[in-house]
C-alpha cells in the first residue's frame, strides 16, 4: 500500500476502504489513517471517463481515424457517450505521452490506415501477436536497414518447428560480470507504461496492452512480440524467444521486455534473457552488439545495459 499516497495530505498511512461504483467501472476506495480522509487514487483525477477510454480513442485517432471517426469506435466500443471534442481535447492534452502526432499526417498521407502488419504465432501452447509499424521502419535511416528486412522477412518461411525443441531465451541464466554497468535512469518508456496499464482488464493483459500503446502512439517503438531464434556456438544450443518490444532510438537499437515489478527482478536472469535477445538480433541481422542496448522496466523504472559490457568474462 506505501506505492499509493493520501490524496489530501500526501501521506502513505491508507488501507483499502471498500469499492466505488460508477455506470462505467469499479474503483478502489483508500481510508487515510492521518487525515481520516477517504479517496479514490487515480493519475486521471478529474477525468469523466476512465484510461482505457481515453488511450483508444487516441489509438483510433493514431491509427488514421479522423476525431468524429475516432468518438464513434470508442463510443461503439465502450457504450459511452465520448464527443468528437472530447477527442480532440486528448489529443491535445496527451501530446508529450504521444508524440506519434509529430509523423501522423505524413504517415496517413502515404499509408492510409494500413499501417500496422500483424502475424499470429503459437508456440509451446502460448499465442503471440507479432506486429510492426509499416511506417516507422520504412522511415527509419539507412543503418537500420538489416532490421527492417528482418522485421519484413519473418511473415515468410518461419521456422516454427525451432520454437518447439530449443532452448528459450528466459530460460538460460549467466554469471554477471558487468553489474555496475547496469543503469537505473528515468524513462519514456515507463511513462507510457503507467499511462496505458491501467486499461488491462487483468494481469494477463498488461503486455499487451502497453506494447500496443507504445507501438501506435510513440515514434520510437517499430515492433512488438518479435520472434528471434539462432544457434550459439559457444552454448552448443538453439536458442529462441520472443522480444516484447524493438525500438529504434538515435542509431542504437533498444530491445526493451515490460517486468511487472521491475525492481524485484533477478538480475542474472533478466539480464541473461536480454543478452540471448541482443545475440540473436545481432545474428540475424549483422548488427553489432555494441549498437544494441537492452532494458527491462516497468511503470516505475527502467534498468539499462549495454549486452556487450555485462557479461565480459563469458565472452
Not at 461504483?21 to 487514487?41: H, M
Request: glycine share 4%; aromatic share 14%.
Amino acid at each position: 500500500m506505501n506505492k499509493i499516497k493520501c490524496i489530501h495530505c500526501g501521506n502513505k498511512n491508507i488501507i483499502k476502504k471498500g469499492k466505488q461504483k460508477n455506470l462505467r467501472e469499479v474503483k478502489q476506495r483508500y481510508y487515510c489513517k492521518d487525515c481520516r480522509k477517504r479517496f479514490v487514487f487515480s493519475w486521471l483525477i478529474g477525468k469523466k471517463y476512465n484510461v482505457s477510454v481515453i488511450i483508444n480513442a487516441l489509438s483510433y485517432y493514431n491509427l488514421g481515424n479522423n476525431t468524429y471517426q475516432s468518438s464513434k469506435l470508442v463510443n461503439r466500443q465502450f457504450k459511452v457517450k465520448v464527443s468528437n471534442s472530447i477527442v480532440c481535447v486528448w489529443i491535445n492534452e496527451f501530446k508529450r505521452l504521444c508524440p506519434y502526432y509529430k509523423i501522423r499526417d505524413k504517415v496517413i498521407n502515404e499509408y492510409g490506415k494500413n499501417i500496422i502488419a500483424s502475424k499470429l504465432f503459437k508456440h509451446n501452447g502460448l499465442t503471440y501477436n507479432y506486429k510492426y509499424h509499416k511506417a516507422k521502419i520504412d522511415f527509419l535511416d539507412k543503418e537500420f536497414n538489416e532490421l527492417v528486412k528482418y522485421l519484413k522477412r519473418i511473415e515468410e518461411d518461419f521456422p516454427h518447428e525451432f520454437f518447439d525443441i530449443n532452448k528459450r531465451c528466459s530460460q538460460l541464466k549467466m554469471k554477471l560480470d558487468g553489474i555496475e554497468n547496469i543503469d537505473r535512469k528515468k524513462s519514456y518508456a515507463s511513462d507510457l507504461a503507467r499511462f496505458s496499464v491501467g486499461a488491462a482488464r487483468n494481469d494477463y493483459l498488461r503486455h499487451k496492452v502497453i506494447e500496443e500503446f507504445m507501438l501506435i502512439n510513440d515514434v520510437c517503438t517499430v515492433a512488438i512480440e518479435v520472434p528471434i531464434w539462432f544457434w550459439d556456438k559457444r552454448w552448443k544450443k538453439g536458442i529462441c524467444g520472443h522480444i516484447d518490444i524493438i525500438q529504434t532510438r538515435g542509431n542504437k537499437i533498444h530491445i526493451l521486455d515490460y517486468k511487472p515489478n521491475a525492481i524485484s527482478e533477478n538480475l542474472s536472469k533478466v539480464c541473461s534473457q536480454l543478452f540471448f535477445y541482443a545475440k540473436g538480433i545481432s545474428f540475424r541481422t549483422g548488427i553489432k552488439l555494441k549498437d544494441i542496448r537492452c532494458a527491462w522496466f516497468d511503470d516505475k523504472d527502467y534498468f539499462e545495459f549495454q549486452p556487450e559490457k555485462i557479461f565480459r568474462k563469458s565472452e
